[in-house]
């Protein structure tokens, strides 16, 4: 069930529910909020600040039970830093915090003040996303302990009643993109033996006719058909055959305009194939399928806020297995493009089936291409776990693509598309190769992926270190990265 988001014009001190939230900031005791709670509290705030208790940094909590002349059963008193570094991801932290802080309690219906910094519609969307991606926990599998209580109603004050009617549009936004990020997370977080291309597909057709989407599967014969020998090379040695599922969106006012074409690389397990993986690591490749999921959640999304723009999603699905009748290291493919491609590592599978997603995605005439994939270790070298890999043949696309990952609170870091690099990739026997050296990995691969594209203009996202939460965090599992970005961009993408 959606939890229940809403404005309130009553002050903060006469809402009657289980918390009221304050977020308050460092350095500020004088603020508004925290004159108003130290009154209401007979000084008590003042105190816990000159103890040093209390200082308002970024994270910390301080829970506070009935409090004096409050009609909510309990304060909290949430630190957000100081005030000029508060933007719309760390409100999203806070909430996800106070998601997690009364989990299991009896805590359901909450309120929160101090919410609104200088673009008050994006930072209260912010909070809405942080609440709902906070009550998400992968514990689908679990027969004991699952029905812990979550917050199920959130009310976010606001002293100006006339902006209520858009902060409420911006809190639909929020839900509508919290719930998308964690479609995407519980997506990924499926295992191999439950999740496999034709069950992706089906999970793809029962989202697509409940949000109105359309829906097209393409099974082995008909991509046999395309040309797609590419794709079909990495499905050879999986039991279960491929699909290539193609999600559409008409939001536009004619349905011939130049849709945004968002494709996603859906590997539901990658075990490297012939050159198979070491088995240190491996079942994290059951997550080889989060561009995928990432993109069939934006889908639903687009179609949720009924996007004026025609978006088309692409997600090419398969399995990437060692078998008698799997592809070898040294096989020359042909994908859809006609390019020839020699394989060389049958473990660079993603940029195969990309190609082919890639190129079939030209016909649709697109606006732009995003594609987005867990494709290389390299860039988890490169950039560790915190920002995803973003490679653009076009600055102009790039450009919003950032003001984009801004409002989604999700990190890039731009890198080159030399066309030095392109060498690496030459073969002596086929048209490229599907691997370079070691050198410049993540690089490598974009270029591969650049020779499907043509001139469309064109993002690549690696996502490979930033698909899972690391272990020793409060979050686990997936983090469904790229959703929102995705959501965003496609409704700013081409300018209205
Ligand atoms: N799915 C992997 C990339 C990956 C690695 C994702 C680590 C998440 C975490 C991809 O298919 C792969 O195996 N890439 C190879 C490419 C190499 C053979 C050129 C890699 O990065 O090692
Ligand atoms: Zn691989
Ligand atoms: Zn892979």
């Known amino acids: 069930m959606s939890m229940e988001l809403g404005v309130a014009d009553s002050s903060w001190h006469r809402l009657d529910c289980d918390a009221v939230v304050l977020i308050l900031y460092r350095e500020e005791e004088s603020g508004r909020l925290n004159r108003s709670a130290d009154e ?34 309990r304060l909290v008193l949430l630190g957000a830093g100081r005030r000029g570094d508060c933007d719309g991801a760390r409100l999203r932290d806070r909430m996800v915090q106070v998601v997690r802080k009364f989990r299991g309690s009896d805590v359901v219906r909450i309120a929160v003040a101090g919410w609104e910094a200088a673009d008050s519609a994006l930072s209260i969307q912010a909070c809405a996303e942080g609440l709902v991606i906070g009550s998400y926990g992968p514990d689908e599998y679990k027969t004991r302990d699952r029905s812990r209580t979550k917050i199920g109603q959130a009310l976010f004050c606001s002293a100006d009643p006339a902006r209520a009617t858009g902060l409420q549009d911006a809190l639909n936004r929020g839900l509508v993109l919290g719930e998308a990020t964690n479609l995407a997370r519980s997506l990924v977080n499926q295992p191999g033996n439950r999740i496999n291309p034709a069950r992706l597909a089906e999970e793809a057709r029962s989202i697509a006719e409940k949000s109105g989407l359309q829906i097209e599967i393409l099974d082995e014969p008909a991509m046999e058909y395309e040309g797609m020998g590419a794709l079909l090379a990495v499905a050879r040695g999986s039991d279960e055959p491929a699909r290539m599922i193609v999600l559409k969106h008409f939001g536009a006012e004619d349905d011939g305009a130049p849709p945004v074409v968002l494709i996603g690389k859906g590997v539901t397990f990658d075990s490297g194939g012939l050159s198979l993986k070491t088995s240190q690591g491996m079942e994290e490749m059951k997550a080889d399928k989060a561009g995928a999921c990432a993109v069939l959640a934006a889908m639903k999304a687009v179609s949720r806020l009924r996007l004026r723009r025609n978006v088309v999603g692409i997600l090419p699905a398969v399995e990437n297995m060692p078998s008698g009748r799997a592809q070898r290291p040294g096989d020359v493919v042909r994908s859809m493009s006609g390019k020839t491609i020699e394989v060389l590592n049958t473990d660079a599978e993603g940029r195969l089936i990309l190609a082919d997603a890639m190129h079939y995605a030209r016909r ?10 867990t494709l290389t270790g390299a860039c988890v070298i490169a950039l560790g776990h915190v920002r995803a890999g973003l490679f653009s043949n076009d600055d102009r696309l790039a450009e919003r693509f950032f003001e984009a990952s801004e409002r989604a609170g999700e990190k890039f870091w731009r890198l080159p598309l030399d066309d030095e690099y392109r060498s690496l990739l030459d073969s002596h026997i086929a048209d490229i190769k599907n691997v370079g050296k070691r050198a410049a990995g993540a690089v490598t691969a974009a270029k591969f992926l650049q020779e499907f594209v043509g001139d469309t203009p064109w993002c690549h996202i690696d996502m490979a270190g930033v698909d899972m939460f690391q272990e020793g965090g409060a979050n686990q599992g997936a983090t469904g990265f790229g959703v929102r970005t995705m959501v965003e961009l496609a409704s700013l993408y081409p300018d209205p």
Not at 364 to 373: E, G, K, R, S, W
């Open 40 to 73: 209401r509290m007979d000084g008590l705030l003042a105190e816990l600040t000159a103890s040093g208790e209390w200082t308002g940094a970024n994270g910390d909590i301080l829970v506070i039970h009935r409090p004096a002349d409050v009609s909510a059963r």
């Open 364 to 373: 649709l005439n697109p606006a732009c291409m995003v594609d987005i994939a």
